[in-house]
């Protein structure tokens, strides 16, 4: 049956019976499944005249292109695991990643190998490489946001299970034409991308160089006629900020935001830009792929005020909630989430990287492996969770717990602003202290004490950051489009910052 066939027998499935239906979209040329499978053989045919030992990893350079998809396409035919950093990484973490993984090669989709740059001055030590496990395919990466990113291998029957539910959850299926906004090394290609290429759908790539155009991604949707979204929240934001009242796509179907967590004011107006489209929220790490999924009500008026929840568990998915007290919690609560899923790995590549990451459920109730999120959550009397921020985002101010997400949560919720971001630094009087950087609207006039109001009314004292800036200019955002919140921290040691409030 077809739902049993692999990611790789799927697309070559597609190649063979629709060699002429569209596969690919990237500016004005179109890929069809024939072409794109013939790509992916003559790819597969160099990778075989390197003389690559059997389950050798290779390093894929992941500029975004019709030939790196054929790229990755020929490593999974040759069932080669691949490791695909980020291309917005710096050329030394790129280096001591691909040693880490193994790799003598790096693939580029002009058809060249050459070997990664040398790790260079500054290491410890030699980098120590790890064989991924046998059966790896794609081997993706964290953001670093916490010091060198950590490698994540996925088992090919993991991306399997994937495929075999996304594809008939979000409608795709032959014909349908899938927006793929992420770079190619993220997570979320394994649907925008590869489940949709598994189901015989339209892949729209957008252009990294023209991800930040507002205009262009709004052409994109409305002359390729697209049915499903799904992209991080800062994408709608730009689209809602260079839409007209009357733009709306009533082609689109599905709309998924994922990644962070979507304002208040975005989602609202989701529903006038997509009048047709079922609305959803997607919670997932890239250690266990998609885990929950929350859908918007179809009445607009019925849309949440304040934090969207995350939804219920897939289908084969468990979690659960410790508390501060190491608790499982079973009512109404907050705590760290803990997830495991049929989609996620077995563990970093480097058994010393899994730092208490994976493990076993703390009450024996099954023989699965969790993942610990790192991500607060909240559930409420009627069961729902939401996401509260993240527990290295904890410190404490006057001795007084705070999350700093939920301070940005705060700030975000007053009309004028349209991003925010908070930090905390040493205080030689109180710890710390919170300090905070927002956009607000064009044509405000916001300032410093009006905010501080707004915030006071809404949090405890030491939550009420000690040093507001406010700017008119996009803040500084991360590979994944998230506010980069250390660069966001610099823009205080800028000329005229707004003055301290206390």
């Known amino acids: 049956m077809v739902d049993e066939l692999t990611l790789v027998e799927r697309i070559t499935r597609h190649s063979r019976l629709r060699p002429d239906a569209p596969a690919l979209v990237w500016h004005e040329r179109e890929v069809s499944y024939g072409e794109l499978h013939g790509m992916a053989r003559r790819a597969h045919d160099r990778i075989d005249r390197l003389?690559?030992?059997?389950?050798?990893?290779?390093?894929?350079d992941a500029a975004k292109s019709p030939e790196t998809v054929a790229l990755i396409l020929a490593c999974l035919l040759a069932r080669r695991p691949f490791l695909l950093p980020g291309t917005a990484l710096a050329e030394q973490t790129r280096a001591t990643l691909l040693a880490q993984a193994g790799c003598r090669y790096v693939l580029s989709a002009d058809g060249t190998a050459r070997a990664p740059r040398p790790t260079g001055e500054g290491q410890t030590g030699p980098v120590a490489a790890e064989t991924p496990a046998d059966g790896v395919s794609f081997m993706l990466t964290t953001s670093g946001s916490t010091g060198l990113p950590k490698i994540v291998p996925l088992g090919g029957d993991a991306v399997d299970r994937f495929v075999a539910w996304a594809g008939p959850a979000f409608g795709i299926g032959p014909g349908v034409s899938v927006l793929n906004y992420a770079p190619l090394s993220f997570d979320l290609c394994l649907l925008d991308v590869w489940t949709t290429l598994a189901h015989g759908g339209r892949v729209v790539l957008v252009d990294p160089d023209r991800a930040a155009d507002g205009r262009h991604l709004l052409d994109l949707l409305a002359r390729h006629r697209i049915q499903v979204v799904q992209a991080v929240p800062m994408f709608f934001g730009l689209l809602l900020g260079?839409?007209?009242?009357?733009?709306?796509?009533?082609?689109?179907?599905?709309?998924?935001?994922?990644?962070?967590?979507i304002g208040e004011r975005t989602l609202a107006e989701l529903p006038r830009l997509f009048p047709a489209a079922r609305l959803y929220n997607v919670y997932g790490c890239t250690e266990t792929n998609d885990s929950f999924v929350w859908e918007a009500p179809a009445d607009p008026a019925a849309l949440p005020a304040g934090p969207v929840p995350i939804g219920t568990p897939l289908p084969g998915v468990r979690a659960f909630i410790l508390?501060?007290?190491?608790?499982?919690?079973?009512?109404?609560?907050?705590?760290?989430?803990?997830?495991?899923?049929?989609?996620?790995?077995?563990?970093?590549?480097?058994?010393?990287?899994?730092?208490?990451?994976?493990?076993?459920?703390?009450?024996g109730e099954d023989d699965r492996t969790y993942f610990r999120?790192?991500?607060l959550v909240r559930r409420d009397a009627e069961?729902?969770?939401?996401?509260?921020?993240?527990?290295?985002?904890?410190?404490?101010?006057?001795?007084v717990a705070i999350n700093t997400a939920e301070v940005e949560r705060v700030l975000m919720d007053h009309p004028e602003v349209l991003e925010a971001a908070v930090v905390a630094e040493p205080d030689p009087l109180t710890g710390r202290r919170l300090l905070a950087v927002v956009r607000r609207a064009p044509a405000s006039r916001l300032n410093s004490l009006v905010l501080r109001e707004h915030c006071a009314r809404r949090l405890p004292k030491p939550a009420v950051p000690a040093v507001m800036r406010i700017v008119g200019t996009p803040l500084p955002k991360t590979t994944s489009g998230k506010v980069d919140r250390n660069a966001a921290k610099r823009l205080h040691e800028s000329p005229r910052p707004e003055r301290r409030v206390s």
Do not use: M
């Open 51 to 60: 003389g690559l030992a059997p389950g050798e990893p290779v390093g894929v």
């Open 383 to 399: 069961g729902r969770i939401h996401l509260v921020g993240r527990s290295d985002f904890q410190v404490k101010v006057r001795g």
């Open 242 to 261: 260079a839409a007209g009242p009357q733009t709306a796509f009533d082609t689109v179907e599905r709309v998924l935001f994922t990644g962070d967590a």
């Open 373 to 375: 999120t790192g991500d």
């Open 323 to 363: 508390d501060e007290r190491g608790d499982v919690l079973t009512g109404p609560g907050t705590g760290e989430l803990y997830v495991s899923t049929p989609f996620q790995t077995a563990g970093y590549l480097g058994r010393a990287r899994h730092s208490g990451k994976f493990g076993p459920h703390p009450l």
